[in-house]
């Protein structure tokens, strides 16, 4: 399955594929002579016969245990019973520290710290929030809010700006023609074009020049059931300043969080509905 | 009954050779121009991150709004029954086709991924107002193709009903149209200096003004190439009046337009912007779209019409003067507009102040760069190169007006 055809399928779009793995093995059965080597032989065969049939199940039950809850089945569309969000607590994100950027850059493929900051793709920054009136600041990570109600989405003239089933917004790279329009109209500099040509990208987020790029809340982790880098990498660093989770599971830990502290999203008075929550600000 | 003949340019003179050489070579340079921006990114032009649109689209959008404008005369002779105007009628909807080809030609061309047209044309979004463009546009040219059949068919051309309904479509068609254009910007909720209704209107009036101003340029050119008057000193009166309309409209929509930005607090940093210290974008806003744009044409034309200013210059110069003068400021309305809204900062947090890596809460450096320019101008080129081979092979110009009492 290609990007092009995500919207509906498994791969998650704006992605690479991840390919199903299979795993098969060989059976060595060695034979003996008489009666008793054919009843050997017999149980022998029973036993791996039996072997055969109960361990994928055994395997399956294994690997459902390791599996996270959230992980989608690869050939299972996406659903609308889930609504991917983060939740980032700016009192917990440390001025000066850059290691949710640095991890969307390995994750993603894109070069950080950026040499041409006019120019180079950032699909997600520091941002220092300073009020001139009192002098206090604060800083947080900025990057799309995929949300409910994206204006990249409707301005896109092909489509292929979209929201997914649970809430990310993605670029399919198969039909952007680059026109920027969606840069235009999103409220939050979120977006970035590739002015140069590419080279050594990462498999699962292609890019290309002249098309555009934003943040896909690493959609292609979170279809395997994990989280982002950005918010893995604030967690190794011991900030744990941000929380990914379904918010539309009253049971994750995200909305829970957003149900208890008073939270803000980013010009929420523009009716994008973002899907990304800041506390502390 | 107005009888009319046209005619077709046969006997050509050093001057149209080499406008036409001159825009097959601008074309040509564009062409170049585009494959080095295409082969090399857009990093080799002035655009970036915050600044997307740049100035291939001041020429694609200027193009456009004046190409719906240009077919301001037809409009005037087929909806309203000005026979006056007929004899210009074919060259007005030449001109509109023409113009329009040589915007969308820009926009394209400037796409990042210029090779998918063909998924833009046949994939489309209904909610963006882009996609509506795309059938306003492709829209417009067959229109004017069929409205422009009624006039110069033999056949249809006995049929005024037929004209004239085909005059009203265009009409409604080129006022939709531009609304669409202005539109573009009007839907954007994030960016202050765009996001308003009065995009569409102040959009209409400024396509009057430019779209009349080629007109009155090409027809000018043209009395120059045929040597012969192809307007009547009352026609010229005419467009001298039309053109102060339309200029006077012009104004009227910018100054609601920032009055209302400026009654609302929330935009005074923005108007500010753009008013006072936008440096470039406020001399061009102005200096170019008020002063030499506006100002200037209106003063000119006026002043043309009395005793004093018919003893200083003829009716023609001072036409000429003032639709050169409303080119330049349409060019720099649309700079002003399409780049300064860009360029200024979008507004994360309000109240507060922002930096970033990405260069959030400064105002944006963009500087033109000479592909970007070269692509532009080859824009007018082949608007001027479709008006100048069209006039060749078909007869378009009126030869002379002879009217039955």
């Known amino acids: 399955m290609s990007c092009g055809d995500t919207k509906a399928g498994s791969c998650g779009g704006g992605c690479g594929c991840a390919s199903k793995a299979g795993a098969g093995e060989a059976l060595n059965l060695t034979g003996g002579s008489g009666v008793d080597a054919a009843r050997r032989f017999f149980l022998k065969s029973a036993s791996a016969f039996t072997t055969l049939a109960l361990a994928p199940g055994v395997t399956l039950m294994a690997f459902a245990e390791s599996t996270p809850a959230s992980a989608r089945p690869a050939d299972q569309p996406v659903s609308s019973k889930n609504r991917w969000g983060l939740l980032i607590d700016a009192g917990k994100c440390a001025d000066g520290c850059n290691d949710c950027v640095t991890a969307c850059s390995t994750e993603n493929g894109w070069a950080s710290p950026v040499k041409h900051p006019a120019t180079d793709a950032q699909w997600i920054r520091k941002l220092t929030v300073r009020d001139p009136k009192n ?32 809430g990310i917004v993605l670029v399919d790279r198969h039909i952007c023609i680059g026109c920027r329009y969606c840069m235009m109209a999103c409220p939050y500099k979120a977006r970035s074009f590739v002015h ?3 080279h050594d990208q990462k498999e699962h987020a292609p890019r290309g020049k002249g098309c555009v790029e934003s943040c896909t809340m690493c959609v292609h982790r979170v279809d395997k059931g994990e989280t982002p880098a950005c918010v893995e990498a604030c967690a190794k660093a011991g900030h744990n300043a941000m929380i990914f989770g379904d918010l539309n599971d009253p049971s994750s830990e995200i909305a829970k969080r957003v149900a208890t502290y008073r939270t803000t999203r980013i010009r929420d008075d523009l009716g994008t509905d973002p899907g990304v929550y800041y506390q502390n600000i | 009954m107005a009888r009319i003949t046209f005619q077709k340019l046969d006997d050509h003179s050093p001057l149209f050779w080499g406008l036409l050489a001159l825009h097959a070579i601008v074309i040509a340079v564009g062409l170049g121009a585009v494959w080095y921006m295409e082969h090399h990114g857009h990093i080799v032009t ?33 909806v309203f029954n000005r026979l006056a ?12 086709i023409a113009l329009l080809a040589g915007g969308l030609a820009v926009l394209v061309l400037d796409l990042g991924r210029p090779e998918r047209l063909t998924v833009a044309m046949t994939t489309y979004n209904f909610k963006s107002i882009f996609s509506w463009n795309i059938y306003l546009y492709t829209g417009f040219f067959a229109i004017v193709a069929v409205y422009l059949f009624t006039m110069m068919d033999r056949g249809a051309s006995k049929n005024p009903a ?10 409604v068609w080129r006022l939709a149209l531009t609304t669409g254009t202005g539109s573009i910007f009007g839907f954007l909720i994030a960016r202050e200096l765009y996001d308003s209704a009065l995009m569409a209107p102040l959009f209409i009036a400024a396509s009057f003004l430019y779209g009349l101003a080629f007109t009155v340029l090409v027809l000018f050119t043209m009395c120059r190439e045929t040597r012969q008057a192809l307007l009547s000193e009352e026609m010229v009166s005419s467009f001298r009046g039309l053109l ?24 005074w940093k923005a108007e500010m912007f753009i008013l006072r210290d936008g440096g470039i974008y406020t001399l061009l806003f102005w200096v170019g779209h008020i002063l030499v744009g506006l100002l200037m044409p209106t003063a000119i034309l006026l002043y043309a019409g009395t005793t004093s200013g018919k003893a200083m210059m003829s009716e023609r110069r001072a036409l000429t003067i003032a639709s050169v003068l409303a080119l330049i400021g349409g060019m720099s309305f649309m700079y002003s507009t399409i780049i300064g809204g860009q360029a200024y900062p979008l507004d994360l947090f309000p109240g507060k102040e922002v930096s970033s890596s990405f260069l959030d809460g400064q105002v944006s ?24 081979v069209a006039l060749k092979v078909m007869p378009f110009l009126p030869k002379g007006v002879e009217y039955d009492s």
Not at chain 1, 143 to 160: I, K, R, S
Not at chain 2, 162 to 171: D, E, P, Q, R, S
Not at chain 2, 367 to 387: C, N
């Open chain 2, 365 to 388: 450096a963009y500087a033109p760069s000479l592909p970007e320019v070269l692509l532009g101008l080859a824009g007018v080129s082949i608007a001027m190169l479709i008006v100048g």
């Open chain 1, 196 to 198: 140069e040509p590419l």
């Open chain 1, 135 to 166: 002098g206090s600041s604060y800083s947080l990570p900025m990057m799309c809010q995929h949300c409910a109600e994206p204006p990249c989405v409707d301005v896109c003239p092909t489509g292929a700006s979209f929201k997914r089933a649970d």
């Open chain 2, 162 to 171: 037929l004209n004239k309904a085909a005059g009203w479509f265009a009409f």
């Open chain 2, 244 to 267: 102060v309309i339309f200029a006077l409209a012009v104004l009227y929509f910018t100054i609601v337009f920032h009055l209302t930005n400026l009654y609302a607090a929330e935009h």
């Open chain 2, 46 to 78: 002035g655009m970036n991150n915050a600044v997307v649109w740049g100035t291939p689209h001041v020429f694609a959008v200027f193009l456009i709004v004046a190409a719906s404008g240009a077919l301001n005369v037809a409009s005037i002779s087929s």
């Open chain 2, 85 to 96: 105007y007929k004899p210009f009628a074919r060259l007005s909807g030449l001109l509109a």
